[in-house]
């Protein structure tokens, strides 16, 4: 009798674990990708589930025909929002997340994206509320109108982004490599959602497809900055990675433009880092503001800000090169 009490008790501690485990709701969730799968306009879905520890979880990854309508894109977004609370997984962690093909206007390799992506999260893990049906209805049909514009490769959008508001969204919108300020302007304005949106140039800079990515956040980037961007690549040449951003100042940010560079100590890299440093530095102030520069050099990391005065690190040691440009164009 004993051994037999001891079983039992052991059952009833496990009895909690073990039922997550053992009654799960994977077929619902199959059924709800299988209803998604048959609406017009979608051509693939992919389900994934989990029933662990620590909970249960499942994400369904939707891909979307070019030809899919605003309507049907919704109808995709509604459907498993509604159907979710129907089949009892309300207060489970879920994703919803679909795919777009892109315009096409970049080469495609391993590190570029060919596909606009919206992701719709659901559940208790990430403490923000879940969008109702008709808050993912919105966001779906925002992000289908952009990626639907002639002047948008990409548009990614995330939602919930705050945590406490179960309709706030960030959205990245990838211009085209032919769209003007004028163009990007006018889609802005065409929806009031994408009025803090950030706008991504991306720069092809050599054979192999790869980018230099700019990125101006809310406001697209003008004309004369994407042709300064153009000239910045020029002059870093088809070896190195950089990438740029322009955003309202915000706490422990350098200045309101900020660039980084990686040359590397490779061979050779110690007279790049001498050619590419300063003859970027002397483009910098024709964003018209401060401009942070954060270059990772053949001997170590080069940090100023032209027009302005870099903040750094206590354990920061400063190179010749950069107390040189130091003196050309801070403001310490």
């Given at each position: ?150 002047v948008a490769e990409l ?72 042709a300064l961007w153009s ?102």
């Amino acid at each position: 009798m004993r051994k037999v009490a001891v079983v039992l008790v052991a059952a009833a501690l496990l009895w909690p674990i073990s039922g997550c485990f053992l009654f799960d709701h994977r077929r619902e969730a199959e059924q709800i990708r299988r209803q998604i799968r048959a609406l017009p306009g979608v051509t693939d879905t992919n389900l994934t589930y989990a029933n662990n520890i620590t909970g249960e979880h499942f994400a369904l990854t939707v891909t979307l025909d070019r030809a899919i309508t605003v309507p049907q894109a919704v109808d995709v977004g509604r459907t498993f929002t509604e159907q979710r609370r129907r089949q009892g997984l309300g207060d489970y962690n879920g994703d919803l997340m679909l795919y777009y093909p892109a315009r096409g206007t970049l080469p495609r390799n391993v590190n570029t994206d060919d596909r606009s992506v919206a992701l719709f999260d659901f559940g208790p893990s990430d403490g923000k509320p879940d969008p109702d049906a008709d808050a993912v209805a919105d966001g779906v049909a925002i992000w289908l109108r952009t990626a639907h514009s002639p002047v948008a490769e990409l548009v990614g959008l995330d939602q919930p982004a705050e945590r406490d508001d179960a309709a706030s969204r960030d959205i990245d919108v990838t211009l085209t490599p032919d769209a003007t300020a004028a163009t990007a302007a006018a889609l802005q304005r065409s929806d009031p959602a994408l009025a803090d949106a950030s706008w991504e140039i991306k720069l092809v800079f050599n054979e192999y497809g790869d980018t230099r990515n700019y990125v101006s956040t809310p406001t697209p980037p003008s004309d004369a900055d994407r042709a300064l961007w153009s000239d910045i690549s020029g002059v870093i040449g088809k070896y190195y990675r950089a990438k740029g951003s322009t955003a309202p100042p915000r706490p422990g940010a350098q200045a309101e433009t900020q660039l980084e560079i990686d040359i590397g100590q490779g061979r050779g890299n110690d007279v790049e880092t001498q050619r590419i440093v300063p003859a970027v530095a002397a483009l910098l102030p024709r964003f018209g503001h401060p401009a942070a520069l954060l270059v990772w050099g053949y001997d170590g990391p080069i940090e100023i800000v032209v027009g302005g005065c870099y903040r750094h690190q206590p354990d920061h040691t400063r190179l010749p090169l950069e107390i040189e440009l130091s003196r050309q164009y801070e403001t310490c």
